[in-house]
């Protein structure tokens, strides 16, 4: 339920989506869900933001690493390798991450995007001013053998 706390342990599988309220050396395998093949390691939002601070103070901002600065986010699916902490729930069931990945493999249709919607378009009328296109030619292709064989 949204709003839950959960205690984390190594081993773990993550129910849902939600946000690190404590940890202790947290790290994550998210490679189920992102690709990502690296450890990603996890804290609350007050340690993440100290050690991006840190890092922006001693001129690193621009040299940092992608994993330099802790995430907050925990995903649903993911798999903790190390270390202990606490979440608290954000999304669960069909919203979280996991569901929304299960929602596109049972081929549930999302609504389309204003993108999908144009390219739609453009498909219909390519292919009506290609049925158009091809009509005509058969009908000049007609005339021509039609002209060559009266005279």
Same mark, same amino acid.
């Given at each position: 339920?949204?709003?839950?706390?959960?205690?984390?342990?190594?081993?773990?599988?993550?129910?849902?989506?939600?946000?690190?309220?404590?940890?202790?050396?947290?790290?994550?395998?998210?490679?189920?869900?992102?690709?990502?093949?690296?450890?990603?390691?996890?804290?609350?939002?007050?340690?993440?933001?100290?050690?991006?601070?840190?890092?922006?103070?001693?001129?690193?901002?621009?040299?940092?690493?992608?994993?330099?600065?802790?995430?907050?986010?925990?995903?649903?699916?993911?798999?903790?390798?190390?270390?202990?902490?606490?979440?608290? @729930?954000?999304? &669960?069931?069909?919203?979280?991450? =996991?569901?929304?990945?299960? *929602? +596109?493999? /049972?081929?549930?249709?999302?609504?389309?995007?204003?993108?999908?919607?144009?390219?739609?378009?453009?498909?219909?009328?390519?292919?009506?001013?290609?049925? @158009?296109?091809? &009509?005509?030619?058969?009908?000049? =292709?007609?005339?021509?053998? *039609? +002209?060559? /064989?009266?005279?």
């Amino acid at each position: 339920m949204s709003g839950d706390i959960v205690k984390l342990f190594e081993g773990m599988e993550i129910p849902a989506d939600g946000y690190c309220l404590e940890a202790s050396d947290l790290t994550m395998d998210e490679s189920a869900m992102t690709g990502e093949t690296d450890p990603i390691k996890k804290n609350n939002i007050l340690k993440c933001i100290e050690t991006r601070n840190r890092i922006i103070h001693e001129g690193g901002k621009n040299t940092a690493g992608r994993h330099d600065v802790p995430s907050v986010v925990i995903m649903s699916g993911t798999r903790i390798l190390s270390g202990e902490g606490k979440m608290m @729930i954000i999304v &669960v069931g069909d919203n979280s991450c =996991l569901g929304k990945i299960g *929602a +596109i493999l /049972r081929g549930d249709d999302p609504e389309a995007t204003p993108l999908q919607e144009k390219l739609e378009k453009i498909a219909r009328d390519i292919g009506r001013l290609g049925l @158009i296109g091809s &009509v005509c030619i058969v009908f000049v =292709l007609l005339l021509r053998f *039609a +002209i060559v /064989r009266i005279s």
